[in-house]
């Protein structure tokens, strides 16, 4: 399905350019990057401005130390092991538990102390940074991830990525990992990705690989019936990474723990644009909106403004 570029206009989609021009280009100062591109710093940050995040464990830093991260998680019934610079989802190691000696991850697949070993080595060698350089692994807490979510998923766990424009909510999506994905939330691998409602948190619209998709295609679930939880306490949080990074366009990313509620994963100074396409609507018309605001707002205000503007009535709601 191909549509003109005059029809996506019309629809409001903005593309690369203008995403790289008028939004990052003039409201993301180059130097503010560091605080959202090192995803220790990212996390240390939100420590400081009371956002909850996944616990840190521990981090290796140099190849030396590689032979230390047996000890490190020897305590952590799971544990995620992640690159600190690292993009779309590379370099993420996920396991669930532990068993005889060896790491079994969600797939059931089972590695041994030298796998392990072997990935944290390639991520300080720079096999999943930005750029190739050097990086440090970051080990985190497994998150207890809402078993409201157990019928959308597959072998991971759903993030929820919002779009935040000078501090406003803009557009908000689910990502759903696949058997496709390899149970990771990568649109790009065969995530399904839902539209989320910024008033409501509930479903709109589900993609796969770039077409229209109503259920879960390993579970079979209908993604009408999905809805987040604790919607507006996301929105909130989601909001005011504003002020803790001083970004003007921001994508966050974050999932719901069952016991903390929404956690703050990680943010993004250049988030992608395929939000538009779970959403079925271009980011434009918002975002034009909220240039034209020029009161300073409080996080709640904002998170209200956006939440009175920006109601949609969702494509899938004829299938619940």
Known sequence: MWATPARLQAKGVIGMNRRNIRYIGR???????PLVDDKLQTKLLAKRHGITTPDLIGTVSTQFDV????????????????????????GILVVER??????????????????LERHV?????????LGGTPDVAVIESLIAFDEVFAAYTYEGVPDIRVIIFRGYPVMAMMRLST???????????????????????????GVQFNRPREDHPDTGHGLASLYVPGWDAL??????CYEMTGLGYLGTDMVLDRHHGPMLLELNARPGLAIQMANGEGLRRRLDLIEKQTETRSVEARVAFAQQ????????????
């Open 121 to 129: 080595s390639n991520i300080l060698s720079g096999l999943y940074s």
């Open 309 to 320: 503007h920006f109601a949609r009535e969702g494509e899938l709601a004829s299938s619940a």
């Open 179 to 205: 058997a496709a994905s390899d149970g990771k939330a990568n649109l790009h691998q065969g995530a399904v990705g839902v539209g989320l409602d910024i008033t409501t948190g509930a479903a709109l619209r």
């Open 27 to 33: 409201y993301n100062d180059r130097r503010l990057y």
């Open 235 to 240: 929105l909130h949080l989601a909001a005011s």
């Open 67 to 90: 032979k230390h991260v047996v000890e490190i998680v020897k305590d952590a019934p799971g544990f995620v092991i992640k690159p600190a610079k690292g993009s779309g989802g590379k």
């Open 98 to 115: 532990q068993q005889d000696g060896g790491y079994i991850k969600p797939s059931g697949a089972r590695i041994e102390r030298v796998d």
